[in-house]
Nanobody
Framework: QVQPVESGGGLVQAGGSLRLSCAAS????????MGWYRQAPEKQRALVAT???????NYADSVKGRFTISRDNAKNTVYLQMNSLKPEDTAVYYC?????????WGQGTQVTVSS
């Protein structure tokens, strides 16, 4: 089993930056992809960015050019660098790990962007 644990959320002013981290524990050798999703109040959870074990990345159109997903294999950690943050980026950000035919969510971390 794989367990992702997020950290790095907080309160930031519009135009600022934050970096989220997601550390994976457990059967990390079986992870095929990891990603960041977010859920704003009264909205559905939506994809932000993903990265595969091969290093391929994918981004939501709304964050392209502002967010960067990366990984440190030695630390079993995936990062989300968020720049030029906007109030509409405010949400709970969740890390997700795909392994085999399974997936596992982290507990989420709150990101609040003030105008």
């Amino acid at each position: 089993q794989v367990q992702p644990v997020e950290s790095g959320g907080g309160l930031v002013q519009a135009g600022g930056s934050l970096r989220l981290s997601c550390a994976a524990s457990g059967s990390i050798f079986s992870i095929t992809a990891m990603g960041w999703y977010r859920q704003a109040p009264e909205k559905q959870r939506a994809l932000v960015a993903t990265i595969t074990s091969g290093g391929s990345t994918n981004y939501a159109d709304s964050v392209k050019g502002r967010f960067t997903i990366s990984r440190d294999n030695a630390k079993n950690t995936v990062y989300l660098q968020m720049n030029s943050l906007k109030p509409e980026d405010t949400a709970v950000y969740y890390c997700h790990a795909d392994y085999g035919s399974f997936g596992r969510w982290g507990q989420g971390t709150q990101v609040t962007v003030s105008s």
